[in-house]
């Protein structure tokens, strides 16, 4: 089956901008996390989505924002981009996403998105 | 809060070598715990987890074993091959509905021929 499929692959922005960002789960899939992927920081949790409905949040400023349709497709924003923001985005889904004890989270290959 | 430890790297072995890496963690209550792996360009890839204590993951020749008593995860593969390349990201859920993992900082290894 397919799996997790996020575009674009590679955005280029420029400071001050804001940006979308795609994420399809895998068919059947209900949800849909975010993290961000730096070398500094490493991977850092943004936020979860189970149907349309965000149920938890990671600490990150409110420039970062998210959404997701009824079919589980989910978007992110980030608005105002920053140099920091510099980073690799990646989407994760599972189906249920009730913690992860009994159901793995599938990974996309990510969004490489370079602020200028 | 929740936190995953991992041993630095970058981690280089000949081919054929004995691999482990380090994972401890913090965290109350009892967590689920995993290891993903991620190869150049890519995502991640779920290696092995488990979800009690004492539980034993394994997949591909690698293991790691779930010890509550020394709160370690550590990942071992009795003999690396080329193909082995990657990051190695230690990772805990937390089973008590936050929905996210916990991620360590990854663990570079590098195999030579």
């Known amino acids: 089956k397919a799996g997790v499929t996020q575009t674009p692959r590679y955005l280029i922005k420029t400071r001050g901008q804001q940006v979308t960002l795609s994420c399809s789960p895998i068919?059947?899939?209900?949800?849909v996390s975010w993290y961000q992927q730096t070398p500094g920081q490493g991977l850092q949790f943004l936020f979860e989505y189970f149907s349309e409905t965000q149920r938890n949040k990671g600490n990150f400023p409110g420039r970062f924002s998210g959404r997701q349709f009824s079919n589980s497709r989910s978007e992110m924003n980030v608005s105002t981009l920053e140099l920091g923001d510099s980073a690799l985005y990646l989407c994760a889904s599972s189906l249920s996403g009730g913690g992860f004890r009994n159901t793995e989270a599938f990974f996309g290959q990510g969004t490489r998105l370079t602020v200028v | 809060g929740n936190s995953v430890t991992q041993m630095e790297g970058p981690v280089t072995l000949s081919e054929e070598a004995f691999l482990t890496i380090n994972c401890t963690y913090t965290a109350t209550g009892y967590p689920s715990l995993f290891w993903y792996v991620q190869y150049p360009g890519e995502g991640l890839q779920l290696l092995l987890k488990?979800?009690?204590?004492?539980d034993k993951g394994s997949n591909k020749g690698f293991e790691a074993t779930y010890r509550k008593e020394t709160t370690s995860f550590h990942l071992e593969k009795g003999s690396v091959q080329v193909s082995d390349s990657a990051v190695y990201f230690c990772a805990l859920s937390e089973n008590s509905g936050t929905y996210k993992y916990i991620f360590g900082t990854g663990t570079r290894l590098k195999v030579l021929a």
């Open positions: 068919s059947g899939h209900r949800s």
């Open positions: 488990a979800t009690k204590a004492d």
